[in-house]
């Protein structure tokens, strides 16, 4: 048998190499490389022709069975993240900063699905089970039937599930989950890697729902490889701010259901709180009319939201103005900061631009171009935009103003929080638009001209 040789791998995209070296050849990370024992010996390419494998069933598309009923939790926000509530025998990540509540969100979430008649196991490999506990019971739900276990050796939990088969299986967190199989240590993309698969694969065998906490990198990355995201069903991603209430759970991958959906919360004293119309609480806060404030309606999954855009622009003492952005692309603010002096001769040369999407939302949306070119006149003009009027549009590198999806809903979801008029590129399918009076613009001179009195 040949001798099992070290590989090494990169923690950012999960590349093996044959050789260290500083800099990941496919993902161009620095200092990511670390030696790995190998998953596993596996036969060779002669064992595999040498010998024959079993012949598999193969069946046609033509399905005549009903989809599987779908699980709720009484959590709207949370089902409809999921797409409609939890699939049996479905793998499920639920990845974010640590510290930001996945695992309140998770036990919340745990004790639904519990009163709702589910079998639930939740298994902490990060805190004990009397922390559990003490956590449950400041959620307000000591009560429930939601079973505790806090193991970190993957073989036991798997031995524990096997004998138990919940209707729901939630692992908190992937990253302190070890298997006696693989040489490396807990955390490590080998561990974390064969972990997942190991609950994926029990999943899909024993019909059993499994959900996976995975902490996130700095970069925004699960910790580990990439390759956990593709074995699993879903990916959702818990997001917000630390020093805002806000959270935001959004599918980035969904094999049962629309990615992109979001469900919001609001972090109180006693846990997450379901946030029903996130629009009003985003723009609850909003002082009199300011320069540099506008307010965007924008599409957020099947739900519309509304966010309001700040930007601030200064005169800047640096040789190199600031670009500072929260919420948004920074690429996406130089490509419109370039559109808007190339097309329409706006320069913001020797200004500091800072852009901030209040709220602690993320947006990246191309139909907010429009609003951040608004936001971003607005400050430099020092004009304020009207108090009652909205905007969307998405800004080609012609100056051009494209269509954007959803018109209609974003109009309505306007008129719904009294908003009156808006700004929208021409062409948009607008039907009714909820009574809203839309201004329509062709490119950005005649908005620029239209709004700001200017060419
Ligand atoms: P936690 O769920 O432990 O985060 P994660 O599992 O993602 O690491 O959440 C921890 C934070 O949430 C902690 O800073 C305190 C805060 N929190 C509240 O504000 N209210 C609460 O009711 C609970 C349980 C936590
Ligand atoms: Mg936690």
Sequence with gaps: MAKPVTQFVCSACGATHKKWSGRCDACGEWNTISEEAPLSAGPGKAALGAAKGRRIGLSDLRTEEEPPPRKTSGIAEFDR???GGLVPASATLVGGDPGIGKSTLLLQAAASFARAGAKVIYVSGEEATAQVRMRAQ????????????????LRDILTTLEAETPDLAI???????????VEAAPGSVSQVRASAHELTSFAKRRGVAVMLVGHVTKEGQIAGPRVVEHMVDTVLYFEGERGHQFRILRSVKNRFGPADEIGVFEMTGAGLAEVANPSALFLSDRETPAPGATVFAGIEGTRPVLVEIQALVAPSSLSQPRRAVVGWDGGRLSMILAVLEARAGISFAGLDVYLNIAGGIRISEPAADLAVAAALLSAREDVALPHDCVVFGELSLSGALRPVSQAENRLKEAAKLGFSSAIAPAGCKIGSGGGVRVQAMADLPAFVGEVFGAG
């Design 81 to 83: 993240v999921l797409g």
């Design 138 to 153: 400041r959620l307000g739900l000591a009560d429930s039937a939601v079973m505790l276990g806090a193991e970190t050796n």
């Design 171 to 181: 692992i908190d967190s992937v990253q302190t989950m070890w298997l006696d199989t």
